[in-house]
């Protein structure tokens, strides 16, 4: 059989069928190589599969090359998603792998060594090896449920089933509201109980209780405002920083008739069905807690976004991104291109500040390494991540 050429293989890899989906694609692999791309003029994605190919072509021996791996299909396609903009492309680029977790680490290594596609300077980023074998697991779990499902209705003995099982046939029974995570009785109960997110509302599902719903971070969505007009509310938040804010903010734009919180340093999410019920049968009036604590900690916000106002409006202009620590001591400053690398890498960081705008891809990272205060110019974040803040300069000028 005639050997494929590099021009035969670029085209092969760089043209895709529509409609064909990514099971079809990537159904037979174990990784997924996830990269990013930049280049210094207009590229297609011909030229990028083509530079791989080229660049890479012979620099990891025979064992690895990629036209032999493409070959036996321990590569799979590579697919390349670009867009144009001011004379720059940028995208990403996808490449399955069945190999080993070590050989697709050093293909995915192999990829930075790219440094021209066709006439362009070119700089691609390996940002992540995705195990393909965890979304197969996800699968193999949610069938189960939907089987044990049909089990529980077509066999009366099923009623001895194990307390697990009856736990994972309630989470079954999450719903939406306009969006955010709820109960199914949420819409038709006269009370509704308030938490921070998903795993909470799945929580006191598994404890029996149907009418909660996330507010999903500390701004509250205007679904939350309508939905508790003419509603008995609790809000039911964690022993922490996060649920003191949340709470506050709350107040201010909901009547909030009752609060409920878990013990000190404990999160709704934890709790055993028997916490559950005991933290809401222990609920006050919020009367009770109204002034409290937020006289004591307002100088302490004042003097905080005093400070974070302060450090936005010193960076104007410099398309830098600061990263401090719990007392906002600097602990490095990057350019804003660089700093989700940067995130990743460096321990300890409770706020950034950065000259730009705050993307949703930033908060999730953010939110992910444990950082509390997201600060920037303009937001575009959409869903803010429990337990992150988020301000632009407009909030800090309103004194949020």
């Known amino acids: 059989m005639k050997e494929k050429s590099l021009k035969e293989l670029v085209k092969e890899n760089a043209t895709k069928k529509e409609g064909e989906s990514v099971k079809e694609e990537f159904g037979a692999v174990k990784y997924l190589i996830h990269a990013r791309i930049e280049a210094n003029g207009v590229v297609e994605r011909p030229d990028v599969v083509g530079a791989i190919f080229g660049q890479v072509e012979g620099l990891l021996g025979e064992d690895l090359d990629l036209r032999e791996l493409l070959k036996s299909g321990r590569i799979g396609r590579i697919k390349v998603e670009l867009s144009t903009n001011q004379g720059k492309s940028t995208g990403t680029v996808l490449i399955p792998s069945s190999l080993d977790k070590v050989e697709t680490a050093i293909i995915a290594a192999a990829l930075e060594t790219v440094d021209r596609v066709g006439p362009c300077e070119a700089r691609i980023k390996t940002e992540r090896i995705e195990d393909v074998r965890g979304a197969k697991r996800k699968y193999i779990v949610d069938r189960a449920k939907d089987l044990l499902s049909k089990l529980e209705l077509e066999s009366p003995e099923s009623q001895e089933l194990s307390e697990q099982v009856k736990e994972n046939m309630r989470v079954e029974e999450i719903t939406e509201y306009q969006?955010?995570?709820?109960?199914?009785?949420?819409?038709?109960?006269?009370?509704?109980?308030?938490?921070?997110?998903?795993?909470?509302?799945?929580?006191?599902?598994?404890?029996?209780?149907?009418?909660?719903?996330?507010v999903e971070g500390t701004s509250v969505p205007k679904q939350i405002v309508e939905l508790c007009k003419n509603k008995t509310v609790t809000a039911f938040l964690d022993s922490d920083r996060g649920g003191d804010l949340i709470l506050k903010e709350l107040m201010q734009l909901v009547k909030i008739d009752f609060v409920a919180r878990p013990p000190n340093g404990r999160s709704v999410e934890e709790l055993t069905r028997k916490e559950v019920l005991k933290a809401l049968r222990n609920k006050v009036p919020v009367e009770e807690l109204r002034g409290q604590r937020r006289t004591e900690k307002a100088p302490e916000e004042r003097r905080e976004v005093s400070r974070l106002k302060e450090l936005l409006e010193g960076m104007t202009g410099s398309l830098k991104a600061q990263l401090l620590n719990q007392d906002l001591e600097r602990v490095e400053e990057v350019p804003v291109r660089d700093l989700k690398e940067r995130l990743a890498q460096v321990e300890g960081v409770h706020t950034v500040v950065l000259d730009g705008i705050i993307t949703q891809e930033m908060a999730d990272l953010a939110s992910g390494r444990g950082v509390r205060n997201l600060v920037g110019v303009q937001s575009r974040v959409e869903r803010v991540p429990p337990g992150l803040r988020v301000f632009t300069l407009r909030d800090l000028e309103g004194g949020r």
């Open 179 to 214: 969006g955010l995570p709820a109960g199914p009785g949420v819409k038709d109960s006269d009370a509704v109980i308030l938490v921070e997110g998903r795993a909470d509302v799945l929580n006191l599902l598994r404890a029996g209780v149907r009418n909660a719903i996330a």
